[in-house]
């Protein structure tokens, strides 16, 4: 008699045990939602692969390109969220030409105000700024410009979510073989004009977080979800402290994993606990693009990324990545985090879908 009640109990536990965590069968029946995603076509076919997945896209428009390319995406977007209602969700982003001319800031205000009537749901910042967008005297213009200020206060009472894309991963200011993951080194050996190692005039790594972190500073209500972990993607220890910092701050994963993987690699219970510690301020994301061209691409690359990044969270197993050198074991975080993290976090954040 005994025996049966110790052999139920341990029944009972393992069953427990494996209700609280998703299995990769799991992956087709969750709600997911990948609040990190480009469109850049007026026929995009991501959502056709996002719903087989059971995946929500929150898709960002940004200032990468001309103002032209900003007012046609915006279009495009708009378009696709009246297509798929609960299940496409998208941000605006504003230009800087004519940033030395005296309307800039009130017709910014009024571009983004039409677009957040249309159904945008957020303000995209770009890597331009801090990087590329000089003033007419040739210097520089960070996030902290003081013309920024009307821009981000009209934001912040208003309460809605600035996206922001601020500096660089810290590889960016490393040579190409102190890199810690293959994509930083990868990308950068593609797009030299961006590896700051290479240009020492260029603002440091420091300098650039500063600026970010000036600006929410003097604008301490508004809603800011850094993208790519907020470019403190190479320590879940410096990024405790700046969400600790920022109560009105959370974070997006958009092609930072490598950087997860990498130090799952050196302290596994690490990084799990950061997600546990912060699991209502991380948000789901990948960085992917539909640029309209070989689907069957797009598709594959959607599907598996994924894939691996659900075996990741969700289970134990051994992984490898192309992303990084060595061996990793999965976090296995707990079903009510993964939904967080997953969906429930880009609805609490973006107040979408």
């Known amino acids: 008699m005994i025996k049966n009640k110790i052999l139920l109990l341990l029944v009972s536990t393992i069953a427990l045990s494996c209700g609280n965590h998703y299995t990769m069968e799991d992956f087709k029946t969750a709600e997911k939602i990948d609040a990190h995603f480009h469109v850049y076509t007026s026929e995009s076919a991501a959502m056709e692969q996002a719903q087989k997945d059971n995946f929500k896209l929150l898709v960002l428009n940004t200032n990468s390109k001309s103002c032209e390319h900003v007012v046609e995406t915006q279009q ?25 001319e005296p309307g800039w800031t009130q017709n910014t205000i009024d571009w983004l105000d039409q677009c957040l009537n249309d159904g945008a749901n957020s303000v995209k910042v770009w890597k331009n700024i801090g990087m590329k967008l000089r003033n007419k005297e040739g210097k520089l213009v960070m996030i902290d ?15 809605i979510p600035v996206v922001a894309h601020m500096g660089e991963p810290k590889n960016c200011w490393l040579p190409l073989n102190e890199m810690t993951t293959k994509n930083d080194s990868s990308y950068y050996a593609r797009q030299a004009q961006y590896h700051m190692f290479k240009h020492p005039e260029m603002p440091s790594y420091n300098e650039q977080m500063s600026a970010r972190d000036h600006m929410l500073d003097k604008n301490p209500t508004l809603v800011f979800i850094g993208c790519h972990l907020a470019s403190l993607e ?9 969400l600790d910092k920022y109560p009105n ?10 950087q997860l993987f990498y130090q799952t690699c050196e302290n596994r219970e690490k990084v799990r606990t950061f997600f546990i510690d912060y699991q209502d301020r991380i948000l789901y994301g990948t960085d992917i693009i539909d640029g309209g061209k070989n689907n069957e691409n797009l598709f594959s690359q959607m599907h598996e990324t994924w894939l691996r990044d659900w075996e990741y969270f969700c289970t134990k197993n051994k992984m490898t990545s192309d992303l990084i050198v060595g061996e990793f074991r999965g976090l296995q975080l707990p ?13 609490m954040w973006y107040g979408s879908f």
């Open 145 to 159: 410009d003081p013309q920024f200020d009307v821009v981000f206060a009209h934001l912040a009472k208003k309460q």
């Open 76 to 100: 495009w977007l708009q378009k696709l969220d009246k297509s798929y209602t609960n299940k496409f969700a998208y941000s605006t982003t504003f230009c800087v030409d004519g940033w030395d």
């Open 335 to 347: 079903k009510d985090v993964v939904d967080k993290v997953f969906s429930k976090n880009a609805r």
């Open 234 to 242: 190479w320590s879940v220890d410096t990024l405790s402290e700046w």
């Open 249 to 258: 701050a959370a974070v997006d994963l958009s092609g930072r994993m490598g």
